[in-house]
């Protein structure tokens, strides 16, 4: 018995030390500042990241720790950086949402992000400050497998694709438009970028266009010629592909060649082939592609704009079979996207994701359900969106700390509603346009199961609504099913508890619903909002709490303002 408890304690500790030496700390630093680029071949002001824009890329293993020591050279804006898609187990102050886990990083300032990757998959980082997103604050975060473990599927080799749409009108000027009064509309982008890099006063496809837009005369060295993707014949490729746009909904396609989809937000899904992927903003996706076409002409992989009716020029790269001159351009005209209205098209996509075999099922039954209804609403003459009738604005004090410290008039300790009123009619503008400002939160009990069912609903026009990709910080959920019109409780009979998959973001489409699943196994605050930049801008988002007193070891650089800035100073100045 002795012997072979020893044996025991003998074979954890030796697989402890295996996986302390597999994992590594990989170190970043990091200074964020403006600077000037050309990302569409016109020249403006990013935000970039050592220089770079977009900003460097991650790339690490599942189970290691990244640690960026992020410095604010920005001068007269705060900034914060939010690790999308990563859940932040244990250290939900490093979530980098400013005003929820942590304060903005204050000019000439430096934070310490130390997180720890815990899942492989496509992610990616950006700017959760203001409208910084928009201002081009986002880069790639790669996590691969960890050592000995392997993909479900082959690949010979991968390519990271990280979209985002960019507008030649600041970020700055963006937010005061939004604020305003009369209503000011940022327009749509006037361009869709590939890794930073897009075309905005000519086009790659100009020789094969009817359009009158001139055709591009590129070198190759500038920082808006394409990234070319270079293949060999026969071989499969695995596109990592993330989508950080602020406004956009978009269509990728590959000329000539079929796509098979097996990741979405960092899970595992059924392989299943399409012509062609829809993919919201914050969504993140793999798909394998065989480069089995005729090895002597490239093909074109384009984006398009879904969702809205499109006044942004396509998205163009380059498929480029190492057999023939990557100057050859393909002598066909990109592939024609689904038309952007064309939202049966973009259901059956959607309703193709699912989870892999062995993937984590949902609970068969939930403890709490939270009804969000998205209404576009007016709060004194402002536009605003809204859910449940409550515009979110956030407080100048941390919610991590306000509630760790029990600081109650940190911000509203009403919660906000679970439902709305049975009579709202969805399909028609709302009689009464009014809401308020609201920054309550709801409260969830640790390790229960909440459903959240996100109703859409007409805007303030007649006949319309809009698309709205929703993502949760901290979490995963299981997509248990979309619907038209208004919920209703015998809706959860066309509930997918089988193999829904698990995302981090998911849609809900114009006049319906949105089902998920989640578990509140994970202490600390937690976003969950729109990803469109302008929509979070106005307020629809809402805050979820869970076992805020089992975190610890917040740092009090996190905390270092409002109410928890000066009650960790009052707690200093207390011990001398």
């Known amino acids: 018995m002795v012997y072979r408890d020893r044996l025991i304690l003998i074979t954890c500790f030796s697989f402890l030390i295996e996986l302390c030496l597999a994992a590594k700390t990989r170190h970043f630093k990091w200074e964020v500042e403006y600077m000037y680029w050309s990302p569409d071949c016109l020249e403006g002001v990013v935000m970039g990241i050592n220089g770079q824009f977009p900003g460097p890329t991650i790339r690490a293993v599942a189970g290691d720790t990244i640690v960026v020591d992020l410095t604010n050279k920005l001068h007269t804006e705060g900034v914060v950086i939010h690790w999308h898609g990563i859940r932040q187990l244990g250290t939900p102050w490093a979530d980098g949402t400013a005003s929820i886990s942590q304060c903005a990083i204050n000019p000439g300032e430096t934070f310490v992000y130390r997180y720890k990757v815990d899942k492989a998959g496509t992610y990616f980082y950006h700017g959760h400050f203001g409208m910084q997103r928009s201002a081009g604050l986002y880069g790639s975060l790669i996590v691969e497998v960890g050592e000995g473990e392997k993909e479900p599927f082959h690949y010979d080799g991968d390519f990271n694709l990280l979209l985002s749409d960019w507008w030649h009108k600041g970020s700055q000027e963006q937010e005061v438009a939004l604020s305003s009064k ?107 592609i065989h480069t089995d076409q005729d090895p002597s002409k490239n093909y074109w992989i384009s984006f398009s704009v879904r969702g809205r009716e499109p006044k942004t020029p396509q998205g163009l790269t380059i498929l480029n079979y190492q057999t023939t001159s990557a100057s050859h351009l393909p002598p066909s005209p990109p592939p024609v996207s689904p038309l952007w209205n064309d939202y049966d098209h973009s259901k059956s996509f959607s309703n193709k994701i699912l989870a892999a075999m062995g993937s984590p099922k949902p609970p068969s039954s939930y403890n709490r359900r939270i009804i969000l209804l998205n209404t576009q609403n007016t709060i004194k003459g402002f536009t605003k969106w809204a859910i449940n009738n409550i515009s979110l ?131 600390g605050v937690w976003a969950f909002h729109c990803h469109i930049e302008p929509h979070l801008h106005m307020g629809m988002g809402v805050v979820f709490a869970e076992g805020v007193h089992r975190v610890k070891g917040i740092p009090n650089s996190a905390l270092a303002c409002g109410l928890t800035g000066k009650f960790l100073m009052s707690n200093n100045s207390g011990r001398h």
Not at 195 to 213: E, F, I, M
């Open 182 to 288: 009369p209503f000011r509309w940022i327009g749509e982008p006037q361009a869709l970028l590939i890794n930073g890099k897009g075309q905005y006063n000519c086009s790659l496809a100009g020789h094969v266009s009817n359009s009158s837009t001139p055709q591009c005369k590129l070198r190759g060295n500038e920082p808006c010629a394409p990234q070319i993707l270079h293949v060999q014949p026969n071989q499969t490729y695995r596109l990592r592909v993330a989508s950080t746009t602020a406004l956009a909904s978009l269509n990728l396609q590959i000329g000539n060649h079929k796509m098979v989809m097996v990741e979405a937000d960092g899970n595992y899904i059924q392989p299943v082939t399409v012509d062609d992927l829809d993919i919201y903003s914050g969504e993140s996706y793999s798909v394998l």
């Open 393 to 523: 604005t956030l407080p100048p004090t941390p919610y991590l700390g306000a509630i760790k410290h029990r600081l109650s008039n940190a911000f509203d300790q009403t919660s906000p509603p679970e439902k709305f009123p049975e009579d709202y009619d969805v399909m028609k503008p709302a009689t009464n346009t009014n809401s308020t400002y609201g920054n309550g939160v709801y409260m969830l009990k640790l390790m229960t199961t909440v459903d959240v069912i996100l109703q859409n609903a007409n805007a303030l026009a007649t006949n319309v609504s809009e698309i709205h990709p929703w993502h949760l910080h901290g979490h995963d959920f299981w997509v248990l099913g979309y619907g038209e019109g208004k919920f209703k409780d015998e809706d959860v009979k066309k509930f997918n508890l089988k193999n829904p998959p698990l995302r981090n973001t998911a849609v809900i489409f114009p006049f319906g619903w949105t089902a998920l699943r989640f578990v509140a196994d994970n202490p």
